[in-house]
């Protein structure tokens, strides 16, 4: 009572008629109160959501008459919706109608329409709901009513379960229950929502009522389909009305009133044309429709199951008194067999014509678990029935196909003469094309069945039937392996297990009784062979070989006949419509007759493909031998069985081995019928897999030789073939050529001739490919590697049953019998590798199969063959070479021709016989039916095929030794074989790369491979290796340069003779042709023989390489069985044989004379005879020994300075001092060669400069006379020789940048082998590096290191040879003297200083030497006067009088006498280009010199200088004027010279203001250089001396010498000197 108090109330607060704050004793209410309510709210309620909403709320309260009362008017609301929904369709289409133009509105009405309009948009969305939308809420209502019916049946089964213990009877609940869900399910129309109610039934406990629910479902769909035909009817009349009315206008004819009157009637029709439950077509599509209804009866099959289900498992429950049966399910479970039959009854319901795709039916009966077999043959024949109906209307709907395109042809006809078709006729068509556009759409797409369909649904109904009986087949032998599983079954005896056996194989036999089909039949037998029945499998594969035979002993009859027919029925009907007789009617009518006395033709069969049934047959075979393979499986493993667990005396050996004998005379007998019957070799390819799959070796070996024999059978009869049907092809090109010219064709007999000779050859396969000649080399690939790894599977299994018996019982071991089946297997894989070395060429197929060995570890067999495939690419090259060489020599001359026709000149006799002949060998040219490739590529396959090489010796050396060690128990001889396994493997591994390897890289990669296994003996090998590859590839690249060179000079020297019009001679031509040849020949080398790839560079990254393996060799322990290299002294040092394979042929192992070079900078001394002495390094030797053998071989390749310093510091960063020192001599020899070489360069310029000049001044020469006795080709062979020498040497861009950079690499290499030398304490080589450090960079603390390094006996010779070396170098002078001074060499200081130049750090350097001679050695002061003279006269000429005074205060106490003559000379230097402006310091400077003569008491001397001075420049008369004031004490000189220079300023300003030309003037006791004026402007003697002083050219070593001193002021000087002393 509580409980329905609450649900009220809730109810009641729903509604809104009471509020929370109501007390609960004042709200009892009861139903009809309720109900009124609720009707009160639901009359004022026109929302379907909130109804739905009410009636949830009413289903959780367990209130169910009120949620039927609720879910009822909520339907009824759904349709009044539904209703208003089509009324406002109908008012759009009314008002749509008013609007067309053709009725005129006002414009009231148009505001009233659009009034209307907007208010109706203005409407809820609950109101404008689509009818998808209602369809879905109508469901919803239905599913909660469904779910309260259910609730109340389930609420009131278990209140009768707690009264009554015995027995329940629910009819009464059931009834309800049914009234509810019939009444559910009228209110629902679509088919989906359907089968969801029907799903939720069968949920609920309740599938046996969801069964009517699928059956409205089905019945719906069909309600469905008639509205679509019903549609689809009217829109294709209407369709085809208007077509009509445009076929009329083109006869002038419009549609009949009548007609015009049904087309509107239909149109209206079709506008308010209503679909069941959706306006979208896509969900009414007629193959929708069919799926639905498969879906509907998988569903009530599944409720049939469920309900099954269900009933047995409560059974269990009340067995155990658990639960209670109903009085209905008491009924069901004491009918078993109306329970059994209720999902066969679902089945026939849904085939008795409403599942009709015959795929849907097929799947409905894959659904059945365990069916009767006569049910499954019932369904079978069922889905037969109907493939024959479908087939049937096939047949009839082409038939009205064929009729409905003759009436339209008809009718077409008519009207082009403007006519219609009769009414009888029209009539017949209208028909037909009203059911073909109907069918369009409402026949399935599985109605339009194929022959290939057809032949699927057979097979697949047969594989149904099949699969039944071999479930109970299964079933059957369960029962009798297990029997503890089925307690119920009977035991049977012997001879029953045998009898049901029988009984099953006939069923299967019975089966297929009535297929003809080989292709089905194939297909059976393999679905039978899934099922592990063998004997079947052979039976039904022997009746499809029978029906193949069978069909093509017909198709020999038959074919014949028909294509004569045929082609006379088409000549016939040909010559009809030409209007002319045919005469062969009879021979018609034989062969009509002929073939219909024939038995009839299989439709499963093609008439003229003769080859139909090839690959079939094959099948057929495999599938054949794969079923009896899997008896003798199952029969080996019954036999290990029986071992297992009977007793061996109760075994029968003999009948064992009768049942092998008897499997294996079977398998012999299929491959022998393979072998006979099948010669394509892709077919025993197949064959051969499938016996390597089921490990059947010895077949696997007959069956590829016999295909790599068909092979070759194939590719013989192509040689012969194939260029007698080339000719038959051109002439038969040629003849119908002929004939559309309306020519006559000459050749008639020779075609007819070759056409016999073909004839007369063996019969062409038609599988084979005539043109094309590799055409199985791929299947030659695959059919050996399924050989080689078929035998090597089979050796290995060998094995493993070998080291099992070993381990089993040692003491039943047969040595000797093991022996001779180990040598077998040998033998069997030698055979198979000796076919892959005769029968495959191809690389990329060599490649795989080497990369497959060595995947199975197979190092020594994949060596062979690598070796097979580095000659063959060896091989290649040579062919590739010599077709590229007549290819580019046919080019060359081919251009050449082309240009001498552009000049209207013809190739010479014998390069036109040559450019014939090289075309025609060129076309004759044999060349391998597989790819050539390129150079890149054989190198790249060679470089993966060395490194895969390598791993894989590795990996095996690697995977023995664990063996070896792992297997204690091993017998002596098997480890010898596999310490003589791994010792061939490491012999002919190293064969193959130190005889085919020479690609840099590659070498330098295995190295790393090698020492990152500590294999370092073998690394360094491949270093040595290395090393003389790049040696020989300098060589190649030495000739290379030199062919380059002389090809060069040659098209220059043509190029220059083509300007000319004249042409090379034929030597010179021929030599050019040759050189072309060889440069695009060498286009297409390995590409180290390109420039970009430097082989010093390389040299030192492999130098890095190798000392680290020897410095990590004594570090690692030793490893087990390394390899082993051959001696590198045996491999030819030779140009690469790649490159000059023509030179080897000639003389191999000829040395050449020169040595190779690298930056044009390496001189030709040594002999090839040290290089070899050099190139290997002893195994036996020391490890430090090794890393001096290493660098003294780096050091042979590395030329390039910057690489030996680096290898230098990488020395030192390893602590290597004493090779440092090595290295640090060949760079400092280096250094020196190169610095020889720029002097060399230096003096043959200046040569040629000299020579140029000669001839230049003799051809101008004005006498004629001497020019006649002078042979200017003398000069002019110097010069060529001069240029042709220069031309030899490395072009120098700037030398003194060169120059810089040598001295500074020699000066960092220096310090690297000082480093070395201190820490090796190697005195003597310090101080000879002191030395050379000190040369390269000449300062004082490296003069010192020298001299602290010097002991003191042998410092007095040094010290001379680096006073000359200082002398010489062209080096900072300031600090050249410096260093002089040091060492108290003043002499030669005063020998080197330089001339003056202005600067102030000269005159600072003068005093500090003139006060050092002074201090230290006096008298060589006399030799110190020319300088302080040169640099008086030069600071005086300068205006620059006080710059002297500290240096002549100090000479004027060592020489007073000399002083005042000093002055005088520079006086007169002053005069000779003194300015007016320039008089005041000239004075001032007169002044001091008189004062200076004063204090040394020399006035008489001063007053013979005035007077001589005053007489010389008395043409001066202002400076006369200002120099007699130096003696007048009354006026102040300063005073007067300043106001003076004011004056001649002011002047100087004037005159600035009217001339462009100033000058300016020298403030006295700046260290600023004068400029002179260009006003009265003279040149001193000096410097009109230097002017004609001509720069001569110095050697580079005398660069730095003082310069040799021409002109007037070298005169000056000697005479200054000499008037001095």
């Known amino acids: 009572y509580q409980r329905r108090v609450r649900g009220l109330l809730n109810i009641r607060y729903n509604a809104g008629l009471i509020s929370t704050d109501t007390p609960l004793l004042n709200c009892g209410m009861s139903l009809q109160e309720v109900k009124e309510v609720l009707r009160y709210r639901l009359n004022r309620t026109t929302n379907p959501n909130d109804i739905l909403s009410l009636a949830n709320t009413l289903l959780s309260q367990n209130e169910f008459d009120l949620l039927y009362d609720v879910c009822r008017f909520g339907q009824n609301l759904l349709l009044q919706l539904d209703q208003n929904r089509i009324d406002t369709a109908k008012r759009k289409l009314v008002i749509a109608d008013i609007r067309k133009p053709t009725n005129k509105i006002t414009d009231e009405q148009k505001k009233i329409l659009d009034l209307e309009e907007n208010l109706r948009s203005t409407l809820p969305e609950y109101l404008r709901l689509p009818i998808e939308k209602i369809h879905d809420l109508r469901y919803q209502f239905a599913e909660l009513m469904v779910k309260g019916a259910l609730n109340n049946k389930n609420n009131a089964i278990f209140q009768l379960k707690q009264t009554n213990k015995t027995e329940i009877d629910d009819a009464a609940e059931t009834i309800k229950l049914e009234k509810i869900i019939e009444e559910a399910i009228h209110a629902i129309q679509a088919p989906p929502q359907l089968l969801k109610l029907c799903r939720l039934l069968d949920n609920s406990g309740s599938p046996i009522l969801g069964i009517p629910v699928a059956e409205y479902a089905q019945l719906m769909c069909i309600t469905i389909r008639k509205k679509l035909r019903e549609r689809t009817e009217i829109a294709t009349k209407i369709k085809l009305l208007e077509q009509e009315a445009t076929r009329l206008k083109r006869i002038k004819m419009d549609l009949t009133?009548?007609?015009l009157s049904d087309m509107n009637s239909l149109r209206e029709k079709l506008v308010l044309f209503q679909m069941p439950y959706s306006e979208n077509m896509n969900a009414l599509d007629i193959n929708a429709l069919e799926q639905m209804t498969l879906q509907i009866s998988i569903l009530m099959m599944s409720c049939a199951v469920n309900f099954k289900k269900n009933l047995m498992e409560k059974k269990k429950l009340v067995i155990q008194k658990k639960d209670i049966f109903t009085k209905k399910e008491k009924e069901k479970v004491d009918n078993l067999e109306e329970l059994d039959g209720l999902v066969n009854k679902v089945l026939d319901w849904a085939l008795e014509g409403r599942v009709e795709d015959p795929q849907?039916?097929?799947?409905?009966?894959?659904?059945?678990n365990e069916p009767d077999l006569d049910f499954a043959s019932s369904i079978c024949e069922t889905v037969r029935k109907r493939l024959k109906q479908l087939k049937d209307l096939s047949e009839f709907r082409a038939k009205q196909e064929k009729e409905l395109e003759r009436l339209r042809q008809e009718r077409e006809t008519t009207l082009t003469n403007w006519k219609l078709l009769p009414d009888k006729e029209s009539r017949a068509l209208y028909e037909l094309e009203l059911q073909k556009e109907v069918d369009l759409v409402m026949i399935p797409t599985y109605v339009n069945i194929t022959k290939e369909k057809l032949e699927y649904f057979e097979s697949s109904i047969t594989q149904f039937i099949l699969d039944c009986i071999y479930n109970r087949k299964d079933r059957f032998e369960d029962e009798i392996k297990n029997p503890s599983k089925f307690p119920n079954v009977p035991r049977r005896s012997t001879e029953q297990i045998a009898t049901e056996r029988n009984r099953f194989s006939d069923m299967v036999a019975n089966v297929i009784v009535k297929i003809e089909d080989p292709k089905m039949l194939y297909e059976i037998a393999q679905h039978v062979q899934k099922r592990k029945d063998g004997d079947s499998v052979v039976v039904i594969g022997e009746k499809a070989q029978k029906m193949i035979s069978h069909v093509e002993a017909l198709r020999e009859t038959r074919a014949p006949l028909q294509n004569e027919l045929d082609v006379l029925i088409a000549s016939k009907e040909d010559l009809l419509k030409r209007k002319r007789q045919f005469d062969k009617q009879d021979r018609i009518d034989e062969l009509q007759n002929l073939i219909a006395k024939l038995p009839p033709w299989p439709e499963y069969a093609d008439l003229n493909n003769y080859h139909q049934y090839d690959s079939l047959s094959l099948d057929v075979v495999r599938v054949m031998t794969g079923a009896i393979l899997d008896n003798k499986t199952a029969l080996e493993q019954d036999i290990a069985r029986m071992f297992k667990e009977n007793a061996p005396e109760t075994i029968n050996h003999k009948k064992i081995e009768q049942d092998r004998n008897d499997i294996q005379e079977k398998i012999r007998h299929l491959t022998k019928q393979c072998l006979t019957k099948f010669s394509n070799p892709a077919y025993l390819l197949k064959f051969a897999n499938d016996m390597k799959a089921r490990k059947e070796t010895e077949i696997v070996i007959e069956v590829i030789q016999k295909c790599l024999l068909r092979i070759m059978e194939i590719n013989q009869q192509r040689k012969k073939r194939k260029p007698v049907q080339l000719k038959i092809d051109e002439l038969e090109l040629a003849n119908e050529e002929a004939t559309k010219a309306g020519k006559t064709f000459s050749r008639k007999e020779k075609l007819a001739k070759l056409k016999n000779k073909i004839s007369k050859l063996p019969l062409w396969p038609h599988f084979a490919?005539?043109?094309?000649?590799?055409?199985?080399?791929?299947?030659?690939?695959?059919?050996?590697e399924v050989a080689l790894y078929a035998v090597l599977d089979d050796r290995d299994a060998h094995e493993a049953a070998i080291s099992k018996q070993y381990y089993e019982d040692r003491t039943s071991v047969d040595a000797n019998k093991i022996a001779s089946e180990r040598k077998q297997k040998e033998e069997a894989i030698q055979k198979v590798m000796n076919w892959a070395l005769e029968n495959i060429s191809e690389l990329e197929y060599l490649q795989n199969l080497i990369q497959g060995l060595t995947g199975k570890r197979e190092v020594l067999l994949a060596l062979h063959l690598a070796e097979h495939c580095l000659k063959q690419i060896k091989n290649i090259k040579k062919i590739r070479n010599e077709k590229n060489k007549l290819q580019y020599r046919i080019n060359i001359l081919t251009d050449e021709e082309k240009f001498l026709q552009s000049r209207k000149k013809t190739l010479d006799p014998a390069a036109a016989k040559e450019l014939a002949s090289l075309k025609k060998k060129l076309e004759q040219f044999q060349t391998p039916s597989f790819d050539l490739g390129s150079e890149t590529k054989h190198q790249t396959l060679k470089g993966d095929l060395a490194v895969q090489l390598v791993n894989s010796t590795l990996d095996k050396k690697n995977f023995i030794t664990n063996i070896m060690k792992r297997d204690l128990e091993m017998t002596d001889e098997r480890k010898k074989h596999w310490t003589d396994y791994i010792s061939a493997i490491h012999q002919k591994l190293a064969e193959l790369l130190f005889a085919y390897i020479k690609n840099p890289n590659v070498l330098l990669s295995l190295s790393k491979i090698l020492r990152a296994v500590n294999e370092f003996d073998f690394a360094l090998k491949m270093g040595e290796h290395c090393f003389n590859q790049l040696q020989k590839i300098r060589k190649t690249r030495e000739k290379i340069e030199k062919e380059d060179q002389e090809r060069n000079q040659l098209q220059l020297e043509e190029e220059n003779l083509h300007k000319v019009m004249q042409y090379l001679p034929l030597a010179k031509k021929q030599k050019l042709r040759d050189l072309l040849l060889d440069y695009r020949v060498l286009q297409d080398a390995a590409f180290y023989y390109a420039l970009n790839f430097d082989p010093d560079d390389f040299a030192l990254t492999l130098t890095q390489h190798l000392l680290s393996v020897s410095i990590d060799s004594r570090k690692a322990p030793p490893v087990q069985f390394p390899l082993v290299a051959p001696d590198t002294n045996v491999i030819s040092m030779d140009i690469d044989e790649e490159q000059q394979d023509e030179e080897e042929e000639e003389g191999e192992g000829e040395e050449d004379e020169e040595e190779y070079s690298d930056d044009h900078a390496v001189s030709k001394t040594k002999t090839k005879a040290k290089t070899k002495s050099k190139t290997t390094a002893t195994t036996t030797a020391s490890q430090s020994t090794k890393t001096k053998q290493i660098i003294e071989l780096a050091l042979e390749h590395i030329f390039k300075i910057?690489?030996?310093?680096?290898?230098?510091?990488?020395?030192?960063?390893?602590?290597?001092?004493?090779?440092?020192i090595t290295c640090g001599n060949k760079c400092q020899q280096r250094i020196t060669e190169k610095k020889k070489e720029f002097q060399q360069h230096e003096d043959l310029k200046n040569e040629f400069e000299r020579l140029d000049n000669e001839r230049l001044q003799l051809m101008l020469s004005k006498d004629s006379k001497e020019n006649e006795k002078v042979d200017v080709s003398d000069i002019e062979a110097k010069i060529e020789a001069t240029k042709q020498s220069l031309g030899a040497l490395p072009i120098i861009a700037d030398m003194d940048k060169e120059l810089e950079t040598l001295n500074q690499q020699l000066l960092e290499i220096t310090e690297l082998v000082i480093e070395a030398a201190k820490v090796e304490i190697r005195e003597e080589e310090l101080r000879k590096q002191t030395i050379i450090a000190f040369k390269a960079n000449t300062t004082t603390q490296r003069w010192d290191q020298v001299r602290a390094l010097t002991p003191e006996e042998d410092w007095g010779k040094v010290k001379e040879e680096l006073v000359v070396y200082v002398l010489r170098q062209n080096t900072n002078i300031q600090d050249k003297i410096e260093l002089l001074l040091k060492d108290g060499l003043f002499k030669q200081v005063i020998e080197v200083f330089p001339k003056p130049t202005g600067k102030k750090e000269e005159r600072e350097l003068l005093l500090l030497v003139y006060k050092t001679i002074e201090e230290k050695e006096p008298a060589l002061l006399e030799k110190m006067i020319p300088i302080v003279s040169r640099y008086m006269k030069r600071y005086y000429q300068e205006q620059k009088y006080d710059k002297m005074n500290p240096l002549l205060d100090r000479f004027?106490?060592?020489f007073p006498g000399l002083i005042w003559s000093l002055l005088g000379h520079a006086c007169d230097m002053v005069m000779f280009d003194i300015m007016p402006s320039q008089y005041s310091n000239f004075v001032i400077m007169l002044r001091d010199m008189k004062h200076r003569l004063e204090l040394l008491n020399k006035k008489d001397h001063w007053?013979?200088?005035?007077?001589?001075?005053?007489?010389?420049?008395?043409?001066?008369?202002?400076?006369?004027?200002?120099?007699?004031?130096?003696?007048?004490?009354?006026?102040?000189?300063?005073?007067?010279?300043?106001?003076?220079?004011?004056?001649?300023?002011?002047?100087?300003?004037?005159?600035?203001s009217s001339s462009p030309i100033t000058t300016t003037p020298t403030s006295a006791g700046t260290d600023s250089e004068t400029p002179k004026s260009k006003k009265g402007k003279r040149k001193s003697l000096g410097a009109a001396s230097t002017s004609k002083k001509k720069k001569s050219k110095t050697p580079l070593t005398a660069r730095g010498d003082k310069t040799k001193q021409d002109g007037g002021e070298d005169l000056e000087e000697e005479a200054d000197t000499e008037e001095l002393y």
Do not use: C, P
């Open 1202 to 1220: 910057a690489n030996l310093i680096t290898l230098a510091k990488l020395l030192k960063e390893k602590s290597e001092w004493a090779n440092v």
């Open 360 to 368: 849907h039916m097929i799947q409905l009966a894959k659904n059945l």
């Open 257 to 259: 009133k009548q007609q």
């Open 769 to 784: 490919q005539l043109y094309k000649d590799n055409q199985y080399d791929q299947t030659i690939f695959q059919a050996i």
């Open 1503 to 1552: 007053d013979k200088f005035f007077k001589d001075f005053k007489r010389k420049h008395v043409g001066k008369k202002k400076l006369m004027q200002m120099v007699n004031l130096i003696g007048d004490s009354v006026w102040d000189l300063e005073v007067v010279v300043t106001s003076e220079d004011r004056g001649n300023t002011r002047k100087r300003i004037k005159e600035d």
């Open 1452 to 1454: 004027q106490r060592r």
